[in-house]
């Protein structure tokens, strides 16, 4: 049971940048994806970012292109998300997940990240 920790959410003004952190608890393997999600009080959980674990192909979402960064540093199980520019609509709770073979078997419990205007 690989478990996920994530961490960096906290209280940003407008304009500001955070770093989110997602530790994962066992060696990923190379046909992994690790994703990034969000959901903001009274909205559907949306997706973020994603990052392969082998090759490091990275997807983002409309909304956080240009502004947000994944990342992943393989020897230490962990993804990253920059997140610069922030809007007071990237006000949500984030988590990460792992992907495999399509499925997302494994979510962290979320991280706030609160934006103010």
């Known amino acids: 049971q690989v478990q996920l920790v994530e961490s960096g959410g906290g209280l940003v003004q407008a304009g500001g940048s955070l770093r989110l952190s997602c530790a994962a608890s066992e060696r990923l393997f190379a046909n992994y994806a690790m994703v990034w999600f969000r959901q903001a009080p009274g909205k559907e959980r949306e997706f973020v970012a994603s990052i392969t674990w082998g090759v490091g192909t990275t997807g983002y979402a409309e909304s956080v292109k240009g502004r947000f960064t994944i990342s992943r540093d393989n020897a230490n199980d962990t993804v990253y998300l920059q997140m610069n520019g922030l809007k007071p609509d990237d006000t949500a709770v984030y988590y990460c997940?792992?992907?495999?073979?399509?499925?997302?078997?494994?979510w962290g419990r979320g991280t706030q990240v609160t934006v103010s205007s």
């Open positions: 997940a792992i992907n495999r073979f399509g499925k997302y078997d494994y």
